[in-house]
């Protein structure tokens, strides 16, 4: 980084003294001086790139919860998950500094459900999961003030399925998830209104893969997940 070696372009200039040759000197001092910047620039060590640990109060220990990031409101969504003995139905945000629970009605306690965040609408999405009974489909969309039910046809009821949020087509992707010993491979889309069952080959049926959305390439990846062969692990990267 420049400000590591005390550069500043501005500082970058040279004194002529009177009766000076100016085209004798300044070419050679500027190949000098920009190679010593480049030397330097090449030799400053890399921005760190570490886990940091946070040792704040906050929720509960949990798995099988989901969170997604709010970018509109620049927060990190934390909701449900397995505690000893329960599924829990708290919603959490982080901010960065502190956790802070926010007191709302909303989807029941849950696992194993999936969330994105829908940039175009300003929501997170949360489909599915274990309930106290079994699988349920609820769609339910969390804008940073209240939790709303969507009350729509929607994919069948699944856990362990993944979401991923298209912001180049503006619809959550789901895939996958499972019922009891029933795995599933189907692809669905949320537009905010309906969920659209895409008729696609594609990944085999399977729980608990991850997907992301890659933006720069305007694709969903998905790797891995446990399938229903011998074997149950997966490699696969679509």
């Not at 989901?66 to 397995?82: C, E, I, K, Q």
């Not at 489909?137 to 994919?155: K, L």
């Not at 991923?164 to 905010?192: I, K, P, Y």
């Not at 085999?204 to 062969?229: I, K, Q």
Request: some cysteine; overall charge neutral.
């Amino acid at each position: 980084q420049c400000s590591s070696i005390g550069w500043s372009p501005s500082r970058t200039h040279f004194q002529h003294r009177a009766g000076h040759d100016p085209s004798q000197k300044e070419p050679t001092m500027r190949r000098f001086t920009l190679a010593a910047i480049l030397s330097a620039l090449a030799t400053a060590p890399a921005a760190a790139q570490t886990w940091t640990y946070r040792g704040v109060s906050g929720p509960s220990g949990r798995y099988w919860h989901a969170m997604a990031y709010d970018s509109s409101r620049s927060v990190t969504v934390l909701f449900g998950g397995s505690t000893p003995g329960s599924y829990n139905g708290e919603t959490w945000e982080w901010n960065g500094a502190t956790w802070n629970q926010r007191m709302v009605a909303g989807p029941g306690p849950r696992a194993d459900h999936a969330m994105a965040f829908d940039a175009a609408r300003g929501v997170t999405v949360l489909f599915g999961g274990y309930t106290d009974g079994p699988a349920d489909a609820q769609t339910w969309e969390w804008d940073g003030i209240v939790w709303s039910q969507r009350n729509v046809a929607s994919p069948s009821l699944r856990a362990e399925h993944a979401m991923a949020f298209d912001s180049a087509r503006g619809v959550t992707v789901l895939f996958g998830g499972r019922v009891g010993n029933t795995f599933n491979g189907e692809t669905w889309e949320w537009n905010g209104t309906t969920w659209s069952l895409r008729s696609q080959t594609g990944p085999s049926p399977r729980r608990n893969p991850t997907m992301a959305y890659d933006s720069a390439r305007g694709v969903t990846v998905l790797f891995g997940g446990n399938t229903a062969t011998s074997s149950g692990y997966n490699d696969e990267t679509w």
